[in-house]
């Protein structure tokens, strides 16, 4: 970029941030930083502007660089972190009209970070930047002192990990265990006393087998640890290690720990941050060209760059193309009042596609959606038949029609099963929801992990991505080498799909050998949902 577009992007800064007052975002100090691809290439591989070196983060330089170098392509237009105050990367060789549509976009990814009560509390938890470049520092005094290969083992085994944390994003597990275990045991102790209240003749007596469960969960809260299953597995690994860690890994396993927590929120939020920003900048963009702000040649070249980030993907959801329009099915129903009691009851379809009470709350409904959802909650309330069928979000999978022309078949389109599968995937994209449920399992100081399943329905499995087993393996014996003991996770295996019989299992690593152990079957409820039942 010159100086004068430069100064021309400066100018126009100062007009959307007027914009984005007037529509109600909110707004704080923002570092923007005109940079080479070079650095954009850095940011997005080693996940901050600055950070600790780790072969992983090296190998995704050198993939992103050479793809870049070769095609042009595979850099994102923008890069900002939810830090205080945010620092967002343009790239030098963006076109000015694409920086300027990038300047909007990162005002309202910078109000979702404001907004949303789920991000915004991971960012008011950490100087996650200033703790990144001072970890960088000693990581490298670390790799002087024990060598590269003991660094790298370590990171390695915190990697398998590092994202594993608890589904409900602000429960707060940091909570010391014996103050856990004296809260668990007051409530339970509670349910006991409830017959000797004031008001127990209203209430229903408890049966002698739930006094005898009752005493059963007081006697395994006195002595089990953790009291409940934890599922921020490295801070149980920091607290409880048979090793134990060293004061040097134990570092790293926090500050690994500490940027997982502070990403894990954006990763959960995803489809509505960008959703948001695309929604925004849309606006804001119209408005400009409106005010004659930009000029008709540089609308042609917005129209090209918008075009092609909101292009429809058969084979992986485009945030960009279906954030925003999530958002503007949501105004359009509550401007219309196509909500509530009476809408949901309505059973004429004709009545309910032209209701319009013109209640004109679509606005404030989208800033509610915002703040307070994830975007699995989102998909549970919004994703309905008719927002699937309109965005085509079905499964598809190519094949050789009989002209030998390859073509997208559509092999899933119930809006149940989608939901299902969107839920799914973006609960933790992809990492298996593991628990820490025993850490003195036969009573001998082994670690026992739990693969919960979430109530997954039986026919959404084969859509979701099974990890291949040496990734099990593998895991174990990274858990193995935190831990320092046998290693045990439950988890299951199908025996009959016809009778939707399943296997529990659990495999062991020792330190030498791996093992799997049959523990029992199951058969399924009549809904096919899996549960908790390993």
């Known amino acids: 970029m010159t100086p004068q577009e430069i100064d021309r992007l400066r100018s126009i800064d100062v007009r959307i941030a007027e914009l984005c007052r007037e529509w109600g975002l909110l707004e704080t100090e923002i570092i923007f930083q005109v940079v080479p691809a070079q650095r ?53 060789t963006n076109p000015l009209v694409l920086n300027i549509l990038i300047d909007a976009h990162v005002r309202a990814h910078v109000d979702f970070f404001l907004r949303n009560k789920y991000v915004r509390h991971a960012r008011d938890t950490r100087d996650i930047a200033n703790e990144a470049y001072a970890a960088a520092q000693r990581f490298q005094k670390y790799e002087g002192i024990h060598g590269i290969d003991e660094l790298e083992k370590t990171m390695d085994a915190v990697d398998s990990f590092r994202w594993h944390q608890p589904l409900d994003m ?56 953790p009291p409940r299953p934890m599922y921020d597995i490295l801070l149980y690994i920091l607290r409880h290690s048979k090793k134990p860690l060293r004061a040097w890994r134990e570092d790293i396993v926090s500050v690994m720990r500490d940027q997982s927590r502070h990403l894990y929120p954006m990763g959960r939020t995803k489809l509505l941050d960008e959703g948001w920003a695309t929604y925004w900048h849309t606006h804001i963009m119209r408005r400009l060209f409106e005010e004659n702000l930009l000029t008709a040649e540089e609308h042609g070249i917005f129209n090209y760059y918008h075009a092609g980030v909101c292009r429809e993907n058969k084979y992986s959801l485009n945030w960009y193309r279906v954030g925003p329009a999530l958002y503007e099915y949501i105004e359009e129903r509550w401007n219309k009042g196509q909500f509530g009691k009476e809408y949901d009851e309505c059973e004429d379809p004709h009545t309910k596609a032209y209701w319009d009470t013109h209640i004109n709350l679509g606005s404030q409904k989208i800033f509610e959606v915002t703040t307070h959802y994830t975007d699995r909650m989102a998909v549970e309330h919004f994703f309905t038949d008719e927002f699937i069928h309109r965005q ?16 997208d078949k559509i092999v899933e389109d119930r809006p149940a099963i989608v939901r299902e599968i969107l839920k799914n995937s973006w609960t933790l994209y992809g990492t298996p929801i593991i628990c820490v449920e025993d850490g003195d399992f036969n009573k001998s100081g082994e670690l026992l992990l739990s693969h919960k399943f979430a109530g997954n329905r039986i026919d959404v499995l084969p859509y979701l991505e099974l990890q291949p087993p040496s990734w099990r393996e593998r ?53 096919g949902r899996i549960g908790d039942l390993v």
């Open 392 to 407: 085509k979000l079905y499964v598809y999978q190519q094949e050789i029609a009989s002209n030998g022309e390859i073509v």
């Open 170 to 225: 602000l429960m707060d597990e940091d909570i010391q265990e014996e103050e856990l275990r004296e809260d668990l045991i007051t409530r339970e102790r509670a349910k006991l006393e409830r017959e000797k209240d004031a008001n127990a003749e209203f209430a229903n007596p408890l049966t002698d087998k739930e006094i005898k469960e009752i005493e059963e969960r007081l006697r395994l809260l006195s002595i089990k640890t």
């Open 40 to 92: 954009v290439l850095e940011g997005m591989s080693y996940e901050y502007p600055e950070n600790f070196s780790y072969w992983q983060f090296g190998r995704d330089y050198e993939k992103n660089r050479t793809i870049y170098e070769h095609t042009g392509t595979g850099i994102p237009y923008e890069q900002v972190w939810n830090l205080d105050p945010p620092i967002a990367f343009l790239v030098e």
């Open 475 to 527: 895991t174990l014996e990274h858990a193995f080498y935190l831990w320092g003991k046998t290693v045990h996770l439950n988890t299951f295996e199908f025996n009959d799909a016809a009778t939707k019989s399943i296997r529990l299992v659990r495999y062991v690593y020792n330190g030498q050998a791996h093992r799997r152990d049959f523990i029992k079957e199951f058969i399924l409820p009549p809904d």
